[in-house]
């Protein structure tokens, strides 16, 4: 009984510590506190985001990405943690961001597709994938086929709905939107 509570305690631990990680990265974008934000990913050679290798990459990556907003919120909301074993896990977590950028205030609905790693007795993202529903002016509606509205890039695809291999198996079942059901 004893070890069947200190492996639920030791979960339930876990389960906390990668959670704030969604929070903290939040707080830290939001902050731009740079050299916290950093921390949150493990410490290795490994491949962050747009070439990023290792802390130091990543920390030049956002560097570069924050500089074009000059005001954020990120809204952590629900979060899905599964557990692989005692040193790997994964989840997802979705946010509602905000952005001023210049005279547009911009906003994006989107989850974080997450893998998480402990090293030395703490929790790490490993891997971060930002998967969008949508990212437009706040003050359009979000559409149409083409709900990634960027201010200087051509219109485009948001990986989600469709990115989830159960959207595609639904709608095959049956109707499109606002058809009855098979």
Same mark, same amino acid.
Request: glycine share 4%; with cysteine; aromatic share 16%.
């Given at each position: 009984m004893e070890q069947d509570l200190a492996s639920r305690l030791s979960r339930l631990e876990a389960l906390?510590?990668?959670r704030q990680l969604a929070s903290r990265y939040a707080l830290a974008v939001d902050s731009r506190d740079l050299d916290t934000l950093v921390t949150l990913f493990i410490d290795d050679d490994r491949l962050f985001r747009e070439g990023a290798r290792g802390r130091s990459g990543l920390r030049?990556?956002?560097?570069?990405?924050?500089?074009?907003?000059?005001?954020?919120? %990120?809204?952590?909301?629900? %979060?899905?943690?599964?557990?692989?074993?005692?040193? %790997?896990? %994964?989840?997802?977590?979705?946010?509602?961001?905000?952005?001023?950028?210049?005279?547009?205030?911009?906003?994006?609905?989107?989850?974080?597709?997450?893998?998480?790693?402990?090293?030395?007795?703490?929790?790490?993202f490993a891997e971060r994938k930002g998967?969008?529903?949508?990212?437009?002016?706040?003050?359009?509606? +979000?559409?149409?086929?083409?709900?990634?509205?960027?201010?200087?890039? +051509?219109?485009?695809?948001? +990986?989600?709905?469709?990115?989830?291999?159960?959207?595609g198996e639904f709608w095959s079942r049956g109707g499109g939107p606002g058809a009855p059901p098979a």
């Open positions: 906390e510590e990668i030049e990556s956002f560097n570069v990405s924050q500089r074009r907003y000059s005001n954020s919120q %990120h809204f952590v909301c629900n %979060h899905v943690i599964d557990l692989d074993d005692e040193e %790997h896990a %994964h989840g997802v977590v979705y946010s509602r961001v905000e952005q001023e950028l210049g005279d547009t205030w911009l906003v994006m609905n989107m989850q974080y597709w997450d893998r998480y790693e402990r090293k030395d007795g703490r929790w790490y998967m969008p529903w949508y990212y437009t002016d706040w003050d359009q509606k +979000p559409t149409g086929p083409t709900k990634m509205r960027f201010i200087d890039r +051509p219109r485009q695809e948001a +990986p989600l709905p469709t990115a989830w291999p159960t959207w």
